[in-house]
Antibody, heavy 116, light 107 residues
Framework: EAQMVESGGGLVQPGGSLRLSCAAS???????MSWVRQAPGKGLEWVAN????????YYVRSVKGRFTISRDNTKNSLYLQMNSLRAEDTAMYYC??????????WGQGTLVTVSS | QSALTQPASVSGSPGQSITISCTGT?????????VSWYQQHPGKAPKLIIY???NRPSGVSDRFSGSKSGNTASLTISGLQAEDEADYSC???????FGTGTRVTVL
């Protein structure tokens, strides 16, 4: 059974940093992978994705230059390094596997709160 | 990129059919067939229910169906059940944009 478990969320002050992790199991971890976030009471927002071999990465405009997506295929793990955090980055962050232009596997999410 | 437009809420009685629209442009919906739909219950992660406009993943009820006409994609839920009460979002992989989300209420 496919499973993804995120960790690393928490409360951080504006300007601070966090590193999110996503541990995957139960499926071949060589697909494009994404981070998707959802601010409290708001809709879903794609944040970043990374090719199976890590050679291509893309970001939503609002996080470019501040967030870095990476992966370690030897550990079946996905990461999101978040720097210069802002209040508007407060959200539940999900990792998700891309499948035929959609996201078929999702983690349970990890909550990031940016507040002083 | 702007979010795809969905109605804020749709409601129906048990057994009825409802349709949720997802309106974009030719750049995100009209010219591409990578539109998907997600169901999300409160406090839970999204669940894929339709991919590539019309396809259902294994295990998803056949009461859920997807279609597209022009720049508008649609999700139809037939035989509405209490467990269908949730938030639904569309997504365009062409532009990596989700819809504004629709709350479905079963009366």
């Amino acid at each position: 059974e496919a499973q993804m478990v995120e960790s690393g969320g928490g409360l951080v002050q504006p300007g601070g940093s966090l590193r999110l992790s996503c541990a995957a199991s139960g499926f071949t971890f060589n697909s494009w992978m994404s981070w998707v976030r959802q601010a409290p009471g708001k809709g879903l927002e794609w944040v970043a994705n990374i090719k199976g071999d890590g050679s291509d990465k893309y970001y939503v405009r609002s996080v470019k230059g501040r967030f870095t997506i990476s992966r370690d295929n030897t550990k079946n793990s996905l990461y999101l390094q978040m720097n210069s955090l802002r209040a508007e980055d407060t959200a539940m962050y999900y990792c998700a596997r891309e499948y035929i232009g959609a996201y078929d596997y999702w983690g349970q999410g990890t909550l990031v709160t940016v507040s002083s | 990129q702007s979010a795809l437009t969905q109605p804020a809420s749709v409601s129906g009685s048990p057994g009825q059919s409802i349709t949720i629209s997802c309106t974009g442009t030719s750049s995100d919906v009209g010219d591409y067939n990578y539109v998907s739909w997600y169901q999300q219950h409160p406090g839970k992660a999204p669940k894929l229910i339709i991919y590539a406009v019309t396809n259902r993943p294994s295990g998803v009820s056949d009461r859920f169906s997807g279609s597209k006409s022009g720049n508008t994609a649609s999700l139809t839920i037939s035989g509405l059940q209490a467990e269908d009460e949730a938030d639904y979002s569309c997504y365009s992989h062409a532009t990596k944009v989700f819809g504004t989300g629709t709350r479905v209420t079963v009366l």
